[in-house]
């Protein structure tokens, strides 16, 4: 019988391990999808160590979406009013260094943009900012990470000195006290959620805190659901931070030993009395102090957040909001306990490992950092001064250089932005000014493709190997098991390819990717995300490795049964024989030392300055997003698999009975959802889980799926003044009721955007 192939699911930032099998499998029926194609099987691995066997259904059916409507072949179009017409590789590489070569001669590096993805292996990260930062001289790489992550990146590096999520899974399992906020774990991160609800009933002292203005499926199952107003995240935490200080519940100890900057904090949250935030958050103040005693009572506090948190105009002042109340407590560094920020993406965290982030540099480093610049140059036999010292343009800035004239090369990469950007509509509209596109995917079309003048046929998960590192800093090979279709290539080839033609030569010569990463790490070594020790052949015989790893660790203290499960050998049973650095790798800071300058953790003092755009008499609704279950980010992969198409009609808007009742609609009637820069509509699906005067949509419909349902043709691009990161969680919008609309679903994507645009191809 042939062996399954153990990888990684490429959706979320969980990471759960997957075991695939071919769809031939001798003795058994050949594995079919509905339309009769051989399809490949997958099934939760019980080895992985952050799964531990436990698969959600886009897992489950990720194999269905491998071969359907798939870019094939390069193509090209001299203007976005032309059809696509089919090209050779020779021709589009040509069309795309000839492109560059010009733009940098005549306007410069900063001309040059590359927006790219944490769908990316991180190899295929590493070699993208080895060609745009180091050779090409432009730190203008930035990710759809700077949509999601990027201000869990600001608090921590702010916070602690170095990124990096200071918690493992294995915290779920012993935690007295899980606070959850901005995050509807149970639909975004469910094996995660699925293991913490486990804890949580085997445990009755365990208590769960939901912050959230929904009800969702997280919040169904809380001991307490704090359902505060859109934008007073802060307003709570510190009126928690008060509490905790005035009913003893500080460690002083640990403040003293460890902190800085606890005075100024003090001085802030005096302002946030058990009235005052009862009152802004619109919650009781019984609620309140309730969860300030189960925070203060439990032994190992353990604190998660996503896109709630992050995507926000403050979303750095948040993060480091939940950071105080760990610092101020003394919960963290230990079992159960500690700031942890759920990945949004599958290898967004290895994207920031690799410099995947317009202000970074691979290893944790800064473009700021003349050091670190240095550094990187030597390591790359660059000239010194070769990397810019500023940071470069992020997702945003790309979007409005292009309306200035100043951006004339946009290289997108695994990503959907028309559909995953705020203030779409806008950004439309700029990326119809773009003077040269090159969209590099796996899927064909996407909302994007109308866009390009140049597409790339881009190899996917399972099309070529490489590594991901999930939530928990945890690196797992994905390796190569299916043929790319037709003539797609993996991405970090693509680049460099395009590096070699563009006379960049040996340093971009690898014999495969796992000599690209073998590279990368290199320059991981006495960095906090040090990966020294990890290889594709240590990951490929061992299993999944946590950060830190440095050289020599512990190597080939782990082997592989006859089943397949792994286990350490008799000489190190006693995990108290393991090595100080693998131990460190499980929980960060268990010796109370930070990477700042001082040593010590920062605390910072913030006054909430609530939502960007708060509402008003003209737009009297507060519009929030989310994911749903099935679905994921734009459709791109999971629009093409039937089971979970059929889990949803289609895009909706959840508004809470009194809402609609002053309105005059029933559920299922369509409301027409305006805000200042766009308009959707949506059925009404009328909840009490949702918080009077706020709705919702799910931000996954985009005009290839649904008519006139883009999430973010409605949201705004106010960004954090630290991460950058715009505020999609929330904007003002007016509620207009109108006639139904006919179903603008189609099964046939192409179809679905030929009225966009001129004929995509001939």
């Known amino acids: 019988m042939t062996d399954p192939i153990k990888t990684l699911c490429p959706y979320c930032g969980v990471g759960c391990g997957l075991e695939v099998s071919p769809p031939a499998i001798p003795g058994k029926t050949v594995n079919r999808d509905k339309q009769g194609t051989p399809i490949w099987q997958a099934r939760g691995d019980r080895t ?9 259904v886009k897992g489950a059916t990720i194999a269905e979406s491998l071969h359907k409507d798939r870019l094939l072949h390069p193509m090209v179009r001299d203007s976005l009013d032309e059809p696509f017409r089919r090209a050779t590789w020779d021709e589009a590489l040509r069309r795309v260094v000839d492109r560059i070569q010009t733009v940098r001669a005549t306007k410069g590096a900063d001309a040059l943009c590359m927006y790219g993805s944490g769908q990316f292996n991180t190899e295929d990260y590493y070699v993208a900012q080895k060609l745009m930062k180091g050779f090409l001289g432009t730190n203008n790489f930035d990710a759809n990470s700077r949509l999601c992550m990027s201000s869990a990146v600001a608090g921590y590096v702010q916070s602690f000195g170095a990124d990096g999520p200071p918690c493992c899974y294995d915290d779920l399992d012993v935690t007295d006290c899980a606070f959850l906020i901005g995050t509807n774990a149970a639909e975004c991160h469910p094996i995660l959620f699925n293991r913490l609800r486990k804890h949580h009933k085997q445990n009755k002292h365990v208590k769960l805190i939901v912050v959230d203005p929904r009800k969702t499926q997280t919040a169904e199952v809380a001991d307490l659901h704090l359902a505060i107003q859109p934008g007073t995240d802060i307003d709570l935490l510190n009126g928690l931070a008060y ?196 969209y590099q995917e796996a899927y064909y079309p996407t909302e994007t493709t109308p866009y390009a003048h140049v597409l790339l046929p881009a190899a996917q998960w399972s099309e070529a190997p490489g590594t991901m590192t999930n939530s928990e800093r945890r690196v797992t090979l994905c390796p190569q098991f299916r043929t790319p279709p037709g003539e797609a290539r993996a991405d970090w080839v693509i680049f460099a390819e395009v590096a070699r033609r563009l006379g960049f030569g040996k340093p971009f010569t690898f014999n495969g990717a796992a000599d690209v990463h073998a ?23 061992e299993g999944p490795l946590q950060w830190p790893c440095t050289k020599g660790e512990d ?35 268990a010796n109370r030392r930070f990477h700042t300058p001082d040593g010590r953790a920062h605390f910072a003092a913030y006054h909430s300055r609530g939502l960007a755009e708060p509402p008003d008499d003209n737009y009297p609704y507060v519009l929030t997003t989310g994911r749903l279950y099935g679905h994921w980010h734009t459709q791109t992969r999971t629009g093409r698999v039937d089971k979970i198409s059929q889990m949803y009609d289609g895009p909706f808007i959840e508004i809470h009975p009194r809402d609609a009742s002053a309105l005059g609609i029933e559920d299922g009637g369509w409301l027409e959802v305006r805000s200042r820069r766009g308009v959707a509509r949506f059925p009404a699906k009328i909840t009490t889980a949702i918080t009077r005067k706020t709705v919702f949509v799910p931000m996954h419909w985009g005009a290839l799926w649904a008519k006139q349902a883009e999430a973010n043709a409605l949201t705004h691009a106010t960004a954090c003044p630290n991460s950058l990161q715009p505020e999609l969680k929330a904007c003002a919008v007016q509620l207009v009721p109108v006639a139904p609309e006919a179903d603008g679903a189609t099964s046939d994507p192409a179809k679905a955007l030929g009225t966009l645009l001129p004929p995509l191809f001939v």
């Open 555 to 589: 190597e080939g203290n782990i082997i592989q049964t006859e089943k397949g499960r792994f286990r350490f050998p008799s000489f190190i049973r006693n995990p108290q024989k393991l090595s100080a650095s693998r131990l460190a790798a499980k929980r960060l800071y």
């Open 243 to 438: 509490l905790l200080l005035y009913r003893g519940y500080l460690d002083s100890v640990f403040v003293t030993k460890h902190t800085s900057h606890f005075t100024a904090f003090a001085e802030v949250i005096e302002d946030y009395t058990p009235d005052v935030v009862a009152k802004r958050c619109g919650i009781s103040k019984e609620d309140l102090e309730t969860a300030a005693r189960y925070w203060g009572e439990s032994q190992r506090v353990l604190s998660m957040w996503s896109m709630g948190v992050n995507q926000s105009s403050e979303g750095t002042a948040k993060v480091r909001s939940i950071i105080n109340l760990h610092l101020m407590t003394g919960q963290i560094g230990k079992p159960g306990a500690g700031p942890f920020s759920l990945t949004g993406q599958p290898n967004a965290m290895g994207g920031r490992e690799a410099g995947g982030l317009s202000h970074l540099l691979p290893g944790y480093r800064s473009v700021k950092n003349p050091q670190h610049r240095a550094e990187v140059e030597q390591f790359w036999g660059l000239e010194p001064g070769q990397i810019a010292a500023q940071p470069g343009r992020t997702a945003w800035d790309m979007i409005t250089g292009l309306e200035e004239g100043t951006v004339e090369f946009l290289w997108i990469a695994a990503t959907n932005p028309v559909v995953s950007m705020p203030d779409l509509e806008r950004t439309k509209r700029a990326l119809l000014r773009s003077p040269f596109t090159v």
């Open 48 to 56: 992985h160590p952050s799964s531990q066997g436990m698969v959600c």
């Open 519 to 541: 590279e990368f790490v290199q320059l991981t070594r006495d960095r906090p995300c040090d990966m020294t020790g990890i290889s594709h052949d240590r990951l490929r015989h």
